[in-house]
């Protein structure tokens, strides 16, 4: 079976995501083809509209292959990982600055990798069904794809909130957050794809968008900003269990099950997203940020407890909040001695489509 469709109706290409049983998760393959297909298609003039969708019914894409990392982490030298993110985090960057319209269907399950492919398109359509989340702390993984810098341009700490606690989301806290533009219900999907092999993108939306169903981010605006603000993890557990607000208290529960050093290198990933400003810079940051998570125990330990085994009981090292130092965190923001990838930016004009650089 082939993991990703590519064909031509009318003026639209589409790309379909063909893993349903593993929920369309990406693999290293899927992201060349997918390169290799904006590249025939951006040089196309019949073709004016690019649609991602997912085959079956649970969802767009579900995210990188974890198990897949987890085995290269435990038992490899992780150059397959690396080289994996390399060209995920291109494919992100080339999305975000595609020349056509790049219509991205997150309708369903939409997380992590599938974030990458979805949320840095031109036009994001989400539906009653949508569920997105960037769940990477879990795990012991730090937001990647562009996830630090998408969340980073979210109102107040909305951002802060869905990167630390993985928390999923529907569709109208994702119109809220910047993550989606248009919601259209999932009855009406159908159509609306099939009227962009003929239509151009605006006139297929107008006959199609509805008015989302409200989220429940807005009515926590209050507690969310007050408590995400804080310089620390554990400032902000602090003022979560003193806020008094059920919800809150929930919530510092959720962190302190999360990996600790996950929590703190991605707060500082975060706040530091927002200070560099472009898409590419943040991928530049988030690469290193990934390849020093093949190092550290935390990574293979979460996806053991979440992915494999299921436990859900993962044994962090360190432990606790307090264990992980300022030097421990600042240790995933150096130099990758030899093995920097080097600017997105410059991926972007030298690389050749389907090639190592990413």
């Known amino acids: 079976m082939t993991d990703v469709l590519i064909r031509a109706e009318g003026r639209a290409g589409h790309i379909t995501l063909n893993r349903p049983k593993a929920l369309n998760s990406l693999t290293h393959a899927m992201v060349l083809r997918i390169e290799e297909a904006l590249t025939e298609w951006e040089r196309d003039p019949a073709v004016e509209t690019v649609v991602v969708t997912g085959a079956g019914e649970r969802g767009l894409c579900a995210g990188g292959d974890i198990r897949a990392i987890h085995d290269d982490a435990r038992d490899g030298d992780g150059s397959a990982s690396a080289a994996f ?32 492919v ?8 989400v539906t009653e069904r949508s569920r997105i989340a960037m769940p990477e702390t879990a795990i012991g993984f730090v937001p990647d794809v562009g996830g630090t810098h998408l969340l980073g341009l979210a109102p107040g700490e909305l951002g802060t ?19 989606a533009d248009h919601y259209v219900p999932s009855a009406a999907l159908q159509d609306f794809v099939g009227d962009l092999a003929g239509l151009p993108v605006r006139e297929a939306l107008a ?28 400032e902000i557990v602090r003022r979560l269990l003193a806020h008094g607000d059920p919800t809150a208290a929930e919530t510092a529960r959720t962190l302190l099950d999360r990996s600790p050093t996950a929590l703190k290198v991605t707060l500082a990933a975060l706040r530091r997203a927002r200070r560099l400003g472009t898409l590419e810079r943040v991928l530049d940051q988030e690469y290193r940020l990934s390849c020093t998570a093949l190092t550290t125990p935390d990574l293979v330990e979460g996806i053991r407890a979440r992915i494999i085994d299921k436990d859900r009981a993962p044994r962090w090292s360190p432990a606790t909040l307090q264990e992980v130092t300022d030097a421990d965190v600042e240790r995933w923001f150096t130099p990758l001695h030899g093995r920097e990838p080097g600017p997105l930016t410059d991926f972007l004009t030298t690389g ?7």
């Open 207 to 234: 006959r199609h968008v509805r008015t989302a169903p409200p989220g429940d981010l807005a009515g926590r605006r209050t507690w969310i900003d007050a408590c995400f603000s804080a310089g620390t993890v554990e």
């Open 161 to 179: 909130f869905l990167a630390l606690t993985g928390g999923q989301i529907g569709a109208g806290d994702a119109l809220l957050c910047g993550l």
């Open 118 to 125: 979805s949320a840095h398109g031109s036009v994001r359509i």
């Open 352 to 358: 050749a489509a389907g090639g190592t650089a990413g």
């Open 85 to 116: 993110w390399r060209d995920e985090y291109r494919l992100n960057a080339r999305i975000a600055r595609y020349p056509k319209p790049y219509v991205a269907v997150m309708d369903g399950i939409v997380m992590g990798g599938g974030v990458g």
